[in-house]
């Protein structure tokens, strides 16, 4: 009888701890269970967060590069000189003679036989007028009996050949662009000069002066300048040339001239862009 209670008391022991192994094992799984659910929504929820910042940040991109302003730091060239004819009225003054204001009109023709290269023709023609003498003449012949000597340019004309390897674009006023080029020329031409006899020589009484007083000369002419392009038909230019040649002066003395000329143009180039493409 003892022996039966003892059997009973022991298995009632194995089945309580069995009951109780089993319990803790369970909540155990639903700790592991319940921490792994956890981890995997807090991943979940990271990846959301993630692609809305993203989604955020692509449309504040977008809305970003909509607003700037694209600047194309290579640009198409909009002007074209090629197979055009430019004309060129402009005004001009030499520079370099202190005794003589000059003041020259005159007009170009040229025309571009590629890009770089032109043919130009100039007429020009300088003005007699009195107000020509300047400050120091009129002190020197006044006040030190002194005449110097003052030849004035009637008329000129050359033909040059003219190099623009330089182009470039500028932007005037922070938003016009308009274009350039910077060029150089040399050629060659004829001169037409009076002397001024002053009160030394009278003409037709002093002969050996009067034949000399108007003379024509072979002259050459080297110079450069730019160009500004505001748009296909019209630009403005400023240049300076020398013009030399060989002057006698009284018949008998040879001497060498040299007249630095500064020259403002406007230019008009023919015909239109468009009109040569369609020819072309």
């Known amino acids: 009888m003892r022996n039966i209670t003892n059997s009973l008391r022991n298995l009632l022991c194995l089945g309580l701890l069995s009951f109780g192994g089993n319990a803790i094992a369970q909540d155990d799984l639903d700790d592991i269970l319940g921490e792994g659910s956890e981890t995997t929504s807090s ?5 959301d967060l993630e692609t809305e910042e993203s989604s955020s940040a692509t449309d504040l991109l977008l809305e970003d590069e909509t607003t700037k302003q694209i600047i194309k730091t290579l640009q198409r060239k909009t002007f074209m000189k090629l197979k055009r004819w430019e ?3 402009h005004a001009a003054s030499v520079i370099n003679d ?21 043919v130009e023709g100039m007429l020009d023609y300088g003005f007699e007028l009195e107000s020509d003498i300047t400050e120091l003449t009129s002190n020197l012949e006044e006040f030190n009996s002194v005449a110097p000597d003052i030849s ?3 008329a000129f004309g050359d033909v040059s050949f003219v190099y623009s390897p330089i182009y470039g674009k500028a932007a005037v006023l922070g938003s016009k662009i308009v274009n350039f080029d910077v060029y150089g020329k040399f050629g060659m031409g004829m001169a037409q000069t009076k002397d001024d006899p002053g009160e030394e020589y009278d003409c037709p009484t002093d002969t050996q002066f009067c034949a000399t007083q108007i003379q024509w000369h072979p002259t050459t002419t080297f110079g450069g300048g730019f160009r500004v392009i505001f748009n296909d ?7 300076g040339r020398s013009l030399t040649y060989v002057e006698t002066v009284n018949s008998d003395l040879l001497e060498m001239k040299n007249l630095f000329i500064v020259q403002g143009s406007a230019s008009f180039f023919l015909p239109s862009i468009k009109q040569v493409q369609t020819v072309e």
């Open 152 to 154: 004035r340019i009637l």
């Open 98 to 118: 202190p005794f003589l204001k000059r003041r020259i009109i005159g007009t170009g023709v040229a025309y571009n036989v590629t890009e770089i290269f032109a």
């Open 233 to 239: 038909s019209f630009a403005v230019r400023l240049e």
């Open 43 to 47: 991943k979940e929820e990271r990846k």
């Open 87 to 89: 004309l060129s009225p």
